[in-house]
């Protein structure tokens, strides 16, 4: 990579900003097709978000990802909101275009294409259950209510957090027959009746499992968002079971690769960014 006047600057911005994936993946990407662009991650305290968003906006930055504590925060520092990142409440990508800065949530749109793509899964007419209510739950569940999930279940630890997700989703599609649960109550039968079972927790990461791995079949379509280790125990389990398994980097994979589209206008190299993901992925659960 070759930095010159002419490079084009993207990159992250997190507080803390933890061990991210998307420097590698963009700057895989970028180099494919060779093109003069670089990815850089910036961490940036809650306090002076503002101050850097203009200042990203007056370096001449093309667009930046945006993580953990800001996306919400972000969406009152920006020109323009797209519909689907209006609804979800959090914005993960943002374009400086011009004078102004456009905010997308990618999220919602990689974990569909990861469903559609890697799991041959259409979202219409079926019975999803989402382990979760706090951000990414929000994402998916409004990208199945868009793509015309006929049953949705939600099921958290803390159950105002299920009703409050529920009660938005509700608010938006009148048809969707959507429930909140906690965990307390008896799962059983929605977990039996569910064609797709997602982990929006952070459950994984170190290991453990959200639900009991008895009540997985082979019907049941499962995906963790969890991506390290890249087979979570939840997806082991499922699979020993008989269930088809999507990994979380799919979803991380294609949301980065709907940044990189909305940045360079250029069709992703997804096969390039994969290849890199799945290199590090492996890499770090060797150490
Ligand atoms: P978040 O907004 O903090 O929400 C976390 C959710 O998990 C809440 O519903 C919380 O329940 C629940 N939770 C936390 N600890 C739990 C525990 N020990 N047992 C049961 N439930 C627990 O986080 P988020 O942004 O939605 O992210 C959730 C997970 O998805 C994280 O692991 C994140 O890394 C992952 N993720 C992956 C991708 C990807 O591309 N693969 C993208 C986004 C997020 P309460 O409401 O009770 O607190």
């Known amino acids: 990579m070759n930095i010159d006047s002419n490079t084009k600057v993207t990159g992250i911005i997190g507080y803390p900003l933890k061990k991210t994936l998307s420097p590698l993946m963009q700057n895989t990407a970028f180099n494919a097709l060779d093109l003069n662009w670089s990815y850089i991650p910036m961490p940036v305290k809650k306090e002076n978000l503002g101050e850097a968003i203009k200042g990203l906006k007056a370096l001449g930055f093309k667009g930046i990802n945006v993580t953990m504590p800001h996306k919400e925060e972000v969406i009152k520092y920006l020109s323009e909101v797209s519909d689907y990142a209006k609804i979800a409440g959090a914005v993960n990508t943002i374009h400086f275009e011009g004078s102004k800065a456009i905010g997308y949530n990618t999220d919602g749109r990689g974990f569909l294409h990861a469903l559609e793509r890697d799991g041959g899964f259409s979202p219409e007419g079926k019975s999803a259950l989402i382990l979760g209510a706090g951000g990414a739950a929000c994402s998916i569940a409004i990208m199945l209510a ?108 294609y949301q980065g690769a709907s940044s990189f589209e909305i940045w360079t206008k250029a069709e992703a190299p997804i096969e390039q960014m994969r290849e890199a993901l799945d290199k590090s992925l492996s890499e770090s659960s060797r150490r």
């Open 146 to 253: 868009m793509n015309k999930i006929k049953v949705l279940t939600i099921v958290n630890r803390t159950i105002e957090n299920a009703k409050k997700l529920a009660n938005n989703i509700k608010s938006r599609f009148n048809d969707l027959d959507i429930k909140a649960l906690s965990f307390s109550e008896d799962l059983p039968k929605l977990i039996d009746s569910a064609d797709l079972i997602v982990n929006s927790t952070p459950v994984g990461w170190e290991g453990g499992l959200i639900i009991e791995p008895d009540l997985l079949h082979k019907k049941h379509l499962v995906m963790d968002l969890v991506y390290m280790p890249e087979e979570t125990e939840l997806l082991r389990e499922a699979k020993a079971r008989g269930a088809r398994i999507l990994p979380g980097k799919l979803m991380l994979l």
